[in-house]
């Protein structure tokens, strides 16, 4: 295995080694604070340095269309959240969806069951990314993965969700007072 756990007598030797340079080749000796030996992610530490690079750049990327992609569905349920767009994108869908109960269930539940069931998968997901980076400890693993996870909410539940949704409203009653005012003149 190409990792070592060093002690030492002192804090200030050790905190001279975790913080210098120890060899001319600054990927030979990597040298950070351990963490605790209940926390130590063992199959993570023989990746070399320049595997984790890479890997922590693939998983970027890897996120970043997650992220990006993951709009799709949101826009699919936000277009569920209105008959309207039901009866536009399904008009084959028009009698089933004038019956009360099945209109307040799609309007009320619909929406929110389908992103629930999207979002109960995500942790795991990104748990696997983050072991698949190269983190050396369980606390890091965990950390990364909830702070993508926060992340990825951010921009697909509220930037995707609020801001899209009111974002096509607008858009449609723009194009129609556009097309209202068009045919006036």
Known sequence: MSAAFVSFKTRWGA?????????RNPTLWLTEWAPEPRDVYWR????PYF???????IMAV???FLTFFFMIP???VQTLASIEGIERTAPWLKPLVTVPFIKSFIQGFLPGIVLK???IFLPTILMIMSKFEGFGSISSLEKRSASRYYLFNFVNIFLG???????FQQLNSFVHQLANQL???
Do not use: D, K
Request: proline letters at 3%; a positive charge; aromatic letters at 10%.
């Open 117 to 119: 069931l999207f979002l």
């Open 15 to 23: 905190a001279v080694c975790a913080q210098t340079q120890q060899t």
């Open 62 to 64: 890897a996120f970043f």
């Open 161 to 167: 969700n609020v801001l899209t949704g009111s974002a």
């Open 183 to 185: 045919l006036t003149q």
């Open 51 to 57: 595997s984790l690079s890479v890997r922590r750049l």
């Open 74 to 76: 949101i826009l699919f």
């Open 44 to 47: 993570n530490l023989p990746i």
